[in-house]
């Protein structure tokens, strides 16, 4: 088992920068990959390996890992950037963190 | 374009038995595994297991060990979830998603299974 720590939620001013942290133990030796869920939706993967984005993800997503801490940044957030922001990583099995509500004010 | 496409929306009696689907198009099945998601109503991703339809090999999270089956039909690139026994807290969405080395990028489009006496 290997356990995901999350904060709740994260407020963001429109057009400011919004940090999302994932605290895991020795976090930074793993993989970590982030999606964006919104209700109603499948997950979209913003994020794979530590910081590399899909092609049709925008530069304004990106990633960092770290010692105990992956932290998903985006920049210039958008309205359309509100969703629930997961971490994930595979340890011989798939574990989740418990999801972050980015509110862009 | 790679598709994973789910079964339809279930509505169940607590007890009772169902088997949802995923079907895989335009890419090679048994390349890569498929792992299920759970979403309970309010509440976060949860992985259920991951199957290799290559030779449906198996493995669960320890949360859902025993009480789901996943299984793998390659001649029709379908994955499966099934239950046996439903409980009312079974009630949720359930994703489908390829496995590609530790991440998920396709996902299917999500199937609400609905346990209510």
């Known amino acids: 088992s290997y356990e995901l720590t999350q904060p709740l939620s994260v407020s963001v001013a429109l057009g400011q920068t919004a940090r999302i942290s994932c605290g895991g133990n020795?976090?930074?030796?793993?993989?970590v990959h982030w999606y964006q869920k919104k209700p109603g939706q499948a997950p979209v993967l913003v994020i794979f390996r530590d910081n590399n984005r899909p092609s049709a993800i925008p530069e304004r997503f990106s990633g960092s890992n770290s010692g105990n801490t992956a932290t998903l940044t985006v920049s210039r957030a958008q309205g359309g950037d509100e969703a629930e922001y997961y971490c994930?990583?595979?340890?011989?099995?798939?574990?989740f963190g418990g999801g972050t509500k980015l509110t862009v004010l | 374009e790679v598709q994973l496409v789910q079964s339809g929306a279930e509505v169940k009696k607590p007890g009772e038995s169902l088997r949802i689907s995923c079907q895989g198009s335009?890419?090679?099945?048994?390349?890569?595994?498929i792992s299920w998601v759970r979403q309970m109503p309010g509440k976060g991703l949860e992985w259920v297991g991951r199957i290799d339809p290559g030779d449906s090999y198996t493995n669960y999270s320890p949360s859902f060990q025993g009480h789901v089956t996943i299984s793998a039909d390659r001649s029709i690139t379908t994955a499966y979830l099934q239950w046996t026994s439903l409980k009312a807290s079974d009630t949720a969405m359930y994703y489908c998603?390829?496995?590609?080395?530790?991440?998920?990028?396709?996902w299917g489009q999500g199937t609400l299974v609905t346990v209510s006496s």
């Open positions: 020795n976090i930074g030796s793993r993989n």
């Open positions: 994930q990583v595979w340890d011989s099995g798939t574990f």
């Open positions: 335009r890419y090679s099945f048994t390349t890569y595994w």
């Open positions: 998603a390829r496995h590609e080395g530790g991440y998920y990028e396709r």
